[in-house]
């Protein structure tokens, strides 16, 4: 099934069952707008054999960025960079989707202080509350957003609720705790996330991919588990979503984010089953997959339609062209040894910047080299996101 295209309810085909999943690839000119070597890493990505390259984490605004090396969907952000990273994975046969994204409580303070759904003092983390208009705007933001992507060559869009970042938030009782129509029940804490999707589809039509990348749990106690994400999932089908993208774990000090876990075989197979029987939207999901194997079984059961790679695309962007031809052999994950916090996802940062470069030939610098690499970067980053916006 690997090779198959699959039609997605609003009519775009993708040629095969390969997704290079969102990754925050952090190489933006720290105010929003694209790169050269991220024009160079998504065409070496297209060029590689998925069908569909998901960019992480574009935010809406630059109010409530996830990182200061993200993209913006939103003037005064160069036009002309942006429209040249999507045409050189188009050029290359791949359709590239904007993740829409909002970090709400977990951006940094760099325009002010975060918001998120309800105010939280959760040691070191700090939130003040958005009010009701600033949640009642938030649609049209989005919506915006997706025009915004649409006009620049992305071929969809991907509405970002999952690993603890705003959509993911209001979902989640632990950080919304809200008592008003945004708060309580699943009912009302979806309701922002189903506004949303509707506002998005009503800006962009019925021809244009919308995908929502959801946690079907969110791996930290008192937040969204898997009885309220399949009741989320009811309420998304019938939405006009096109991609239901499956993940779980929240970017939360002292919680496991999905990118980081030990385990083998994919991770979120089980509650894509209990997802399927819920729902006819196409599924993918991320995580976990790092035999082909494991991405032959998964979707030979029916779990999910597509497969999401992150990191073994990191490691050999040509995995999907061998695959596709036969192939079986995947590149062993480097094994570090007591690696500080946020090294390894600073590890694989670094190589996405080597892709970008035209240096990936060259191996992995030392983890904890990594770590003070992304760290310097991120501060010149966070310096000129505040001068700018700030």
């Known amino acids: 099934m690997l090779s198959e295209a699959i039609a997605l309810p609003c009519g775009v085909v993708l040629k095969n069952r390969l997704v290079k999943a969102a990754m925050s690839d952090e190489l933006g000119d720290g105010v929003g707008g ?54 050189a994975a188009r050029a290359a046969g791949a359709e590239i989707w904007a ?101 998005v589809r009503a800006a962009v039509g019925p021809a244009f991919p919308v995908a929502v990348r959801l946690n079907v749990e969110d791996g930290l106690e008192g937040g969204l588990d898997l009885p309220d994400a399949l009741a989320v ?11 239901l993208d499956l993940s779980g774990g929240v970017y939360f000090p002292g919680a496991p984010s999905a990118s980081d876990r030990t385990s083998s075989g994919p991770y979120f197979l089980e509650a894509a ?18 035999r082909r194997a494991d991405v032959d079984a998964a979707l030979a059961s029916g779990a999910v339609n597509c497969v999401g790679l992150a990191r073994l695309l990191v490691l050999d962007p040509d995995l999907p062209t061998r695959w596709l031809a036969g192939g079986e052999e995947a590149p062993a994950f480097p094994r570090f040894k007591d690696p500080p916090e946020g090294a390894v996802t600073a590890w694989y940062t670094q190589r996405i910047r080597a892709i970008g ?28 996101w505040r001068a700018r916006y700030g």
Do not use: M
Not at 75 to 81: H, K, L, N, T
Not at 124 to 148: C, G, K, M, N, Y
Not at 233 to 243: K, M, P, Q, T, Y
């Open 34 to 87: 694209a790169t050269e070597p991220q024009i160079a890493l998504y065409r070496r990505w297209a060029e590689g054999g998925a069908a569909l390259l998901v960019v992480g984490e574009c935010q809406i605004g630059p109010e409530h960025p996830e990182n200061c090396g993200n993209l913006v969907l939103q003037p005064p952000v160069a036009i002309d960079r942006l429209t040249r990273l999507t045409g």
């Open 99 to 199: 993740q829409l994204g909002h970090a709400g409580a977990l951006a940094p303070p760099v325009t002010g202080p975060p918001k998120g759904p309800s105010a939280l003092r959760v040691g070191a983390l700090e939130a003040e509350a958005l009010s009701d208009a600033e949640i009642e705007a938030l649609p049209e933001t989005f919506a915006r957003a997706a025009l915004a992507a649409r006009q620049v060559g992305f071929t969809g869009v991907q509405v970002h609720a999952a690993h603890g970042f705003l959509l993911n938030q209001f979902l989640s009782p632990f950080f919304n705790r809200r008592t008003d129509r945004w708060g309580g029940g699943v009912e009302n804490r979806s309701r922002l996330l189903l506004a949303v999707i509707e506002r």
């Open 233 to 243: 999932v009811e309420r998304l089908d019938g939405a006009g979503v096109d991609l």
């Open 273 to 290: 089953r209990e997802v399927r029987r819920r729902t006819a939207v196409p599924l993918a999901s991320a995580g976990g997959f790092k």
């Open 357 to 384: 470069e035209g240096a990936e030939a060259q191996g992995g610098e030392d983890a904890a080299d990594a770590l003070a690499a992304v760290s310097a970067r991120r501060e010149a980053n966070a310096a000129r």
